[in-house]
């Protein structure tokens, strides 16, 4: 899992990168680097996994390009495919690729407790997914409503945004993605689905105190498919990491 592991890593510092400093190639640029960096790091220095490091570069870049399209007047399926084809092959590549090990693996070694006893390849996952709940979680979700024509990437910023009517989602969707993956790990998945509940009940009233029903309706569609995503993505971030 070394390979998906390092894919992870990349796409989720290009949507980090993104969200602060949304400069043309310059995401993409820094997360496709960093996959190669982070692969080196690792020990994986194979002939097969250079190969592999360098595909996987040329992935991370494809997705922040797509992206930037995916998010303005191109097509949104596009860049999720590319996510979905990338994590599809890579799993499927998997039992050939090279163990994660050199300078983690040392690290590891003599780690925090917490970290302790953990394989490389289990800890540079695990980063790699947490990398993802960061930023990337909110790219997919956008993506999707885009994909779905719940979502006009072109109204955004605009005041029929409903992003600008339902607040604090862009803060709230990590959060609760992270929440979602701790207590998954921790064995707790019950309490994550009082948390999800939770949320529900919470942004009811607010759904309904806005005075156009047809924009109750649009925002009531916009909160269900953007939650429904954000929980999926932690929940397969989550089956990645204990599968």
Do not use: C
């Amino acid at each position: 899992m070394s390979w998906l592991a390092v894919l992870l890593i990349g796409v989720g510092l290009t949507d980090l990168v993104h969200s602060v400093r949304p400069v043309r190639l310059l995401p993409e640029s820094v997360g496709a680097a960093a996959t190669v960096l982070v692969g080196l790091l690792v020990g994986l220095t194979g002939p097969l996994d250079l190969v592999a490091l360098l595909g996987v570069a040329a992935a991370v870049f494809a997705w922040g390009q797509t992206v930037t399209r995916g998010l303005g007047r191109g097509p949104a399926w596009v860049p999720l495919a590319v996510l979905g084809g990338a994590v599809a092959v890579l799993l499927l590549l998997s039992p050939v690729a090279g163990p994660a090990d050199g300078l983690l693996g040392r690290w590891l070694e003599r780690g925090p407790l917490l970290v302790a006893g953990l394989e490389p390849d289990v800890a540079l996952l695990l980063l790699g997914v947490v990398l993802l709940q960061l930023s990337t979680g909110n790219v997919v979700v956008r993506l999707v409503l885009a994909a779905t024509g719940t979502l006009n990437p072109a109204d955004h910023g605009e005041p029929d945004d409903p992003e600008l009517r339902l607040k604090g989602g862009r803060l709230l969707g990590p959060m609760e993605r992270i929440f979602i993956l701790g207590l998954g790990l921790a064995g707790q998945l019950t309490a994550a689905a009082i948390v999800i509940a939770a949320k529900g009940l919470l942004r009811f009233p607010e759904l309904q105190s806005k005075s156009e029903q047809q924009r109750i309706h649009q925002l009531t569609e916009y909160f269900l498919v953007g939650s429904f995503v954000s929980w999926l993505f932690a929940l397969g971030s989550l089956l990645l990491v204990v599968a």
